[in-house]
């Protein structure tokens, strides 16, 4: 039986550099405890046992010098590889390469974003289970530590009051620190304890007072390596035990032997040591150390410490609550290099990208939160987008989400966690309903040729019968998952028609009458600019002259990736309205804007909106604009609008001003050229639209279709 109560006695051990601190005893099985135990007392079963050797101080360029010079054979006899330490850089993980931060990671499994101790201030207390509590959750059996800085043992002291940590003993007072650790921690190995973590931290004063590439550095290494071998000797003598031995050096040092906690190379090198083979194979086993920090990312770190002892305890939290960042290096194998970036920010499109290197098996599952989002993604899958944050982010605000990705099912498992970096989430503007109201055609386009009018008050198809399917084509439309129409007018018949038209049914054409008042809005989207002239995008008139009766939208050429659009109308005669023409508004070239343009016959007056949701900017190109001596009633001259052309339905020939006739063929009028656009969401209303009811169409980014219409 195993004693239950604390028996606490002062220790012959301590000193050192690390300040007071006193060895304690704590629960021993009866037949061991006290002065006169026997390290080498038989288990009363066999199990399996963990032992953690960190070696602060120690280097991998050292402990690799050491190797192959044989001065450290016991060290040579495990498999060591490159590692690394302080988390990944410019991540939500970056921790500084500091010895108490690098415990607490080693302690967690987890980097300071989590555990969130990132200084070397006294007295700072683990903020994720350490791998003792997680033990204990699993009654994996007895845990004790002993450690040769103060500073750690002040960081387990909560788990030594909780009762996770079953023997502590603190030996840094005195000048022999390093025979108490391994006195203690022979102790604790030949006292049926599970988890065992010995500490050391001479390499690491000796390199802080003579430097690295000093005599007394690689002595002081050479005499820890006879640490580890008794160490290792003592977990021989239990023959039944199966242990698992992990060494590591925490953290490196600066190029100039300084603990400057950097995120730099040599700062963030270090090493991991098994006894047993890597479910990684050789890789980082001898590795040279890499120039880039990115490059250092390939490898092991020192988080993987703790799902390693818990892995092979049979004692890793489900998937569901496990916050550790690092990945077990014996058993199942889990991904490596998880990594979290945030797309779309501040909006209400934001999605977190995830990326990872896959292990050869194991369906992949993925978690945010502790809830699945993605499962039995195949074997082999290295990303996966969580554009579905809308659903679980409702407030505007910032927030910072936990992902976990399980590579493999039940005992095969095996999972990694990583924090997002910080989510910045706009909720959606809603669409405003009235837009219900006078909405006279709406075209939201579909997978499927012609487009079909939602309100069923116009048709659209091609200019002509004959003209070649590739004149009108489905392409992706202006939100995640929608389609728009593509117009080429590129295809033509040989009377010269071109592009699509909308026929109104008879008492819908929203341009009739003595004053009318209307609003069209399209979403619209242009691959390349003409580079000369201009092109329509939306006419009902003849729009080779803007004096010519009727409406129009255009496309006018301009420079760099920009291209110009202005309205117009006109009453024949030469009698015309446009703006603005100097400047032409300007719109991105290949990128969806929204444009909006309303005539009002009582006020007289023409107003015009484009929004581009890329940069979130309206341009309110022209409010409350006059529409001057304009005949109103002269606004509706053909019974059909022009989409990607104009009323006629041979803009392009008609440039020619009669001098080029049928048989055409496109580009016959070089006047313009030919062009592309892209139309979505098309809508045409019997009122003007407010202020408010556009702005809701831009900032919804949503379409009209969500609305219900009926």
């Not at 390290?39 to 046992?49: G, I, L």
């Not at 450290?72 to 006899?77: E, F």
């Not at 809701?696 to 279709?705: A, C, Q």
Request: glycine share 12%; charged share 10%.
């Amino acid at each position: 039986m195993l004693a239950a109560t604390l028996v606490a006695a002062l220790s012959g051990c301590g000193g050192g550099s690390g300040g007071g601190g006193a060895a304690l005893a704590l629960p021993m099985p009866a037949a061991s405890q006290g002065e006169g135990a026997t390290p080498d007392t038989p288990p009363t079963a066999a199990a399996n046992r963990t032992l953690v050797i960190d070696l602060d101080g120690a280097t991998y360029g050292a402990v690799q010098s050491g190797i192959a010079a044989g001065t450290l054979p016991n060290l040579a006899k495990l498999e060591v590889r490159l590692a690394y330490s302080g988390g990944m850089a410019g991540t939500p993980s970056q921790q500084p390469t500091l010895d108490t931060p690098g415990w607490a990671t080693l302690l967690t499994g987890a980097w300071a974003s989590r555990h969130q101790v990132m200084s070397e201030a006294p007295k700072q207390a683990l903020h994720a289970p350490s791998v003792f509590q997680m033990a204990r959750q699993k009654n994996t059996g007895l845990n004790g530590a002993a450690v040769a800085s103060a500073g750690l043992a002040q960081l387990l002291s909560s788990d030594h009051d909780s009762g996770y940590l079953d023997s502590l003993t603190d030996c840094s007072r005195g000048a022999t620190a390093s025979d108490c650790v391994t006195t203690q921690a022979v102790q604790l190995i030949g006292g049926d304890y599970a988890t065992v973590l010995a500490q050391y931290r001479a390499t690491k004063d000796a390199a802080l007072d003579f430097g690295l590439g000093s005599a007394q550095y690689a002595g002081t290494l050479t005499q820890l390596d006879k640490a580890v071998g008794a160490l290792v000797a003592a977990t021989a003598k239990r023959q039944n035990d199966r242990w698992l031995i992990v060494v590591t050096g925490n953290h490196g040092l600066s190029a100039n032997s300084q603990d400057d906690g950097l995120p730099l190379v040599p700062e963030s090198s270090t090493f991991i040591g098994l006894n047993q083979a890597a479910n990684i194979a050789a890789q980082g086993v001898g590795a040279a150390v890499p120039a880039k920090l990115a490059d250092l990312y390939a490898y092991a770190s020192i988080a993987d410490v703790t799902p390693t002892v818990l892995g092979y305890l049979g004692a890793l939290p489900d998937a569901k609550i496990s916050v550790m960042e690092g990945g077990p290096l014996v058993g199942a194998q889990p991904v490596s290099q998880l990594t979290a970036s945030v797309a779309n920010n501040n909006s209400a499109d934001t999605n977190v990208v995830l990326n990872w290197v896959a292990p050869s098996a194991g369906a992949i599952t993925v978690l945010r939160d502790g809830q699945v989002i993605a499962s039995k993604l195949p074997a082999g899958t290295t990303s996966y987008t969580d554009n579905q944050l809308s659903q679980v982010l409702s407030a505007k605000g910032t927030y910072q989400l936990s992902y976990t990705v399980q590579a493999g099912d039940g005992a095969a498992a095996a999972s990694k966690a990583t924090l997002s970096p910080p989510v910045s989430y706009v909720p959606p503007v809603p669409l405003a309903p009235t837009l219900k109201n006078g909405l006279v055609s709406y075209y939201p386009f579909s997978a499927t040729l012609p487009p079909v009018d939602a309100m069923a008050h116009s048709t659209m198809g091609p200019a002509a019968n004959d003209l070649p399917a590739a004149a009108g084509l489905v392409v992706p439309g202006p939100f995640a998952g929608s389609s728009g129409l593509l117009v080429d007018t590129n295809f033509v018949n040989t009377n010269g028609f071109e592009g699509y038209r909308l026929t109104p049914a008879t008492g819908f054409d929203i341009a009739t009458g003595t004053a009318p008042q209307f609003t069209i809005g399209l979403w619209f989207k242009t691959p390349s600019c003409v580079a000369t002239n201009n092109v329509t995008i939306i006419a009902n008139k003849s729009y080779v002259s803007g004096g010519n009766a009727g409406v129009a939208i255009g496309l006018f050429a301009s420079s760099g990736n920009q291209c110009g659009v202005a309205f117009n109308i006109g009453s024949g005669g030469g009698v015309r309205a446009d703006g603005p023409t100097s400047p032409y508004t300007q719109i991105t070239v290949n990128r969806w804007v929204y444009i909006a343009f309303s005539v009002d016959g009582v006020a007289k007056t023409m107003n015009m909106y484009v929004f581009d949701p890329v940069t979130s900017t309206t341009n309110r190109v022209a409010v409350g604009k006059s529409t001057g001596s304009v005949d109103l009633s002269k606004l509706s001259p053909f019974p059909q609008w022009g989409i990607g052309d104009d009323g006629t339905g041979t803009f392009l020939m008609n440039k020619c001003n009669g001098t080029v006739t049928p048989p055409y063929f496109a580009g016959k009028c070089a006047t313009a050229p030919t062009y592309q656009h892209h139309f979505g969401d098309l809508a045409m209303w019997n009122r003007v639209l407010t202020d408010a009811e556009l702005q809701s169409i831009f900032l919804s980014n949503r379409p009209l279709s969500t609305l219900p219409l009926n």
